[in-house]
């Protein structure tokens, strides 16, 4: 299965998806790029150093998201991917990139949806809202894309205990270690081995 990774920053996702390749974790699957939306991040050196192309598209480098949208679809398309997975992608996918590649997108979201997550809920938003609400477990989700925002069908969950004290980066770094670094590439694997397929309802284990 040929996966393109999308990240935004230091790329602790995609670390622990490389990670769980190198040592069959992940089978049957090769991570054939990782694309960023932002110049001089860490996660494009963790792609160089396992040696995967990284690449940068950049909507800053485009006159208008019409522009931009077109051409992230275009580099998509080069990589012919099979899975396509956000690990801490902040971009909104345009809607051509979901018409086109449905059920081939996935997501990983730093809550236990469908709490605190939706428009505006991402990074350490999501953990100072939990925190705020006063909630005693979190967690993280990864879920497939769809045209909504986080409201394509749950792949896995994982729960997180909050801790007295925790502050948004403490709970972030928790969930981090403690359910996205594990669902993420476990996610990866049901559908690399035919696992788990797309379908439009909550259900997804055949």
Wanted: proline share 5%; with cysteine.
């Amino acid at each position: 299965m040929r996966v393109l990774v999308c990240v935004s920053g230091g790329g602790t996702n995609l670390q622990a998806i490389i990670d769980r390749v190198a040592d069959g974790t992940i089978t049957n699957t090769e991570i054939v790029g990782v694309i960023s939306n932002n110049y001089g991040v860490y996660s494009l050196e963790r792609a160089e150093k396992a040696g995967i192309k990284g690449e940068v598209v950049s909507p800053k480098d485009f006159p208008d998201r019409s522009s931009f949208n077109k051409a992230f679809l275009a580099k998509l398309d080069e990589y012919n991917p099979d899975l396509i997975v956000l690990a801490g992608f902040l971009v909104v996918i345009p809607p051509a990139v979901i018409e086109k590649y449905e059920g081939r997108i996935i997501n990983i979201h730093p809550s236990l949806i469908p709490s605190f997550c939706g428009t505006g809920y991402y990074g350490l938003k999501v953990h100072k809202a939990a925190l705020e609400r006063g909630v005693k477990v979190s967690g993280a989700t990864v879920h497939f894309v769809d045209a909504g925002t986080d409201t394509g069908p749950i792949i896995l969950q994982k729960a997180v205990y909050v801790e007295d004290g925790d502050t948004p980066e403490t709970l972030q770094h928790r969930i981090m270690e403690q359910a996205e670094w594990v669902i993420l590439p476990e996610a990866i694997n049901l559908i690399a081995t035919g696992k788990v397929t797309y379908k439009a309802t909550s259900d997804m284990r055949n």
